[in-house]
Nanobody, 120 residues
Framework: QVQLVESGGGLVQAGGSLRLSCAAS????????MGWYRRAPGKERELVAG???????NYADSVKGRFTVSIDNAKNTVYLQMNSLKPEDTAVYYC??????????????WGQGTQVTVSS
């Protein structure tokens, strides 16, 4: 079993910054990729940013140039640096990790979510 623990959410004013962290622990042989998704009120969950263990990244168009995702493979931890935050960034942010477990099992896990609120 794998557990993802997120931290760093909170309330900020428009234009401010936050850094989210997500640490994966448990029966992990290696993390192949980690990413951040978000669900805003009344909207579907969407991919915000993803990163492979090799450092390849993918961003939603709405956050390009403002958000930066990074990964520490040794710590099985992904970070999301969010700058120039906008009210439309308000959402619950969820961490996802695609991992190789003992026995060669490959699957994804979700964090519990952390609230990010950006006031105008």
């Amino acid at each position: 079993q794998v557990q993802l623990v997120e931290s760093g959410g909170g309330l900020v004013q428009a234009g401010g910054s936050l850094r989210l962290s997500c640490a994966a622990s448990g029966s992990i042989v290696s993390v192949q990729a980690m990413g951040w998704y978000r669900r805003a009120p009344g909207k579907e969950r969407e991919l915000v940013a993803g990163i492979t263990r090799g450092g390849s990244t993918n961003y939603a168009d709405s956050v390009k140039g403002r958000f930066t995702v990074s990964i520490d493979n040794a710590k099985n931890t992904v970070y999301l640096q969010m700058n120039s935050l906008k009210p439309e960034d308000t959402a619950v942010y969820y961490c996802n990790a695609a991992v190789i477990q003992t026995g060669g099992v490959f699957r994804s896990y979700w964090g519990q979510g952390t609230q990010v609120t950006v006031s105008s």
